[in-house]
């Protein structure tokens, strides 16, 4: 590629990056120049469409799905009203910067201040429910409880709409996040969506507008996007809204409308995935752990029957049923096998040669210098019986009759089992210790022992 072809590419894809960034910016900054004639406003950047039914629960505090949400893409939502004083303001605050929002409306609020309800929804905000009575036991209620709360809630706020029942969302938030499974599976089988959040700001405790300014930011900046639940019936929350909106839009993020899914209105296309608020990356390898075939086997037919040379012969269970339908037998196995069947036939065991009883050599010279009586008896024994039975023997025979010749190393042979004179001699030579340096020549024959000796003699290239 020459650099002018380069310099073309990289102009390309500034121009991509640029329309891409003109295209993000443009909804938002269109409803900002719409937003009471100011430009710089927060603006609600796009209205995301969701289906109840689909996604039944969402909020990653409680539930492992939330909302579709890109980075930097923030839904706001207030429980517990309404309540005219606060709520009418926060509806002021979220006007000044175009902001929509989510309110889940207890209904007995709703009963004491309809008004308020359907200002809500003239502003443009989503409004979903919050129980009747707002009881913090749904963790604990039964089911006909549970089910009554719900519906009275709806019944209330539905009742507040002039009873529109399309002017409600089919969004519900069990009071006190005290989630059971009672209630979340009425809701679902009413198809109501019950909302969690991502972060709270813990605008219900007796904390300062600057501590729910500091949560509400420092919890979003933690997980990136996700719903935030305020309340409109705090006197704080009121205080440090117009703060977190300023602060929001400082720092880039957006805010999204979210609706329900009607037969008009399809939801918004979105994957799977995205219901997770970080879903995992393809190149993390646990998304793809287990996996789950997904194929089938579209050729059935059976495998080949293996044909008889296949067979491994040394497998006990195959040779016996060779034999059994008179199939030619194996070749011996190359490994040799115990004759454990003509060891088993004998009736008695061989008796053992003379020569098992014999003194080892090296022993019977050790033990020269207290020769007794019996020793010495033992070593005048009649060579000629000792050599026909004692194989030991004559291999010493053999290697000393080779080193003869060899005058130094014929004087420490090995003479017990030695049949020459000079066998003999040489062994009463080593047992007269002080004539010619006794350790050195016991620590020698300690060394040639009758093993060493018969590998000195395998060793020993033929003659
Ligand atoms: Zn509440």
């Not at 053992?352 to 070593?379: D, K, N, W």
């Amino acid at each position: 590629m020459s650099a002018s072809n380069v310099i073309s590419v990289r102009k390309g894809s500034w121009a991509v990056v640029c329309l891409a960034l003109l295209g993000s910016l443009a909804p938002q900054a269109a409803f900002a120049a719409n937003c009471q004639g100011r430009s710089d406003a927060l603006g609600t950047s796009r209205t995301l469409v969701v289906d109840p039914r689909e996604h039944p629960r969402i909020g990653t505090m409680q539930y492992p799905q939330t909302l579709p949400l890109a980075d930097h893409e923030v839904v706001l939502t207030f429980d517990d009203g309404p309540l005219p004083k606060y709520s009418n303001q926060v509806l002021s605050i979220l006007a000044s910067e175009c902001v929509k929002a989510t309110f889940f409306a207890i209904g007995r609020q709703a009963n004491a201040n309809p008004e308020g309800v359907r200002k809500l929804v003239a502003a443009g905000h989503t409004v979903g429910t919050h129980s009747q009575n707002h009881p913090l036991t749904f963790n604990k209620m039964s089911a006909e409880k549970a089910r009554q709360e719900i519906d009275d809630g709806v019944a209330s706020t539905v009742a507040a709409l002039n009873g529109d029942k399309s002017k409600l969302a089919p969004f519900f938030r069990i009071p006190g996040l005290l989630r059971a499974e009672i209630p979340e599976n009425y809701a679902a089988s009413q198809g109501i969506q019950v909302w969690s959040a991502d972060f709270v700001a813990d605008d219900w405790r007796h904390v300062s507008p600057q501590r729910v300014y500091d949560l509400a930011i420092q919890r979003l900046e933690a997980k990136g996007k996700g719903i935030l639940l305020l309340h409109d019936i705090q006197a704080r929350t009121v205080a440090a809204l117009p703060r977190i909106l300023n602060e929001l839009k400082a720092r880039g993020y957006r805010i999204v409308h979210v609706v329900p899914a009607t037969p008009d209105r399809p939801a918004t296309p979105t994957e799977p995935q995205q219901w997770y608020l970080h879903p995992p990356t393809e190149t993390v390898a646990i998304t793809r752990w287990p996996i789950v075939p997904n194929f089938v086997f579209t050729e059935a037919r059976a495998l080949p029957a293996p044909v008889f040379a296949d067979v491994d012969w040394r497998d006990a269970d195959v040779l016996d049923k060779a034999q059994r339908t008179h199939a030619p037998q194996p070749h011996l196995t190359r490994w040799p096998q115990p004759q454990l069947a003509q060891v088993a036939s004998r009736s008695t065991l061989p008796s053992p040669a003379a020569s098992v009883f014999t003194i080892p050599e090296g022993l019977s010279l050790t033990l020269l210098a207290t020769r007794s009586a019996a020793r010495e008896r033992l070593a005048q024994r009649k060579p000629d019986a000792s050599s026909a039975t004692n194989p030991a023997a004559s291999r010493s025979h053999a290697l000393s009759a080779r080193q003869a010749s060899h005058a130094k190393r014929a004087a420490h042979q090995v003479p017990g089992a030695s049949v020459h004179g000079k066998g003999r001699g040489a062994a009463q030579h080593a047992a007269q210790p002080g004539k010619s340096g006794g350790p050195m020549h016991l620590a020698s024959l300690k060394k040639r022992t009758p093993r060493a000796d018969a590998a000195a003699i395998a060793k020993r290239p033929p003659e």
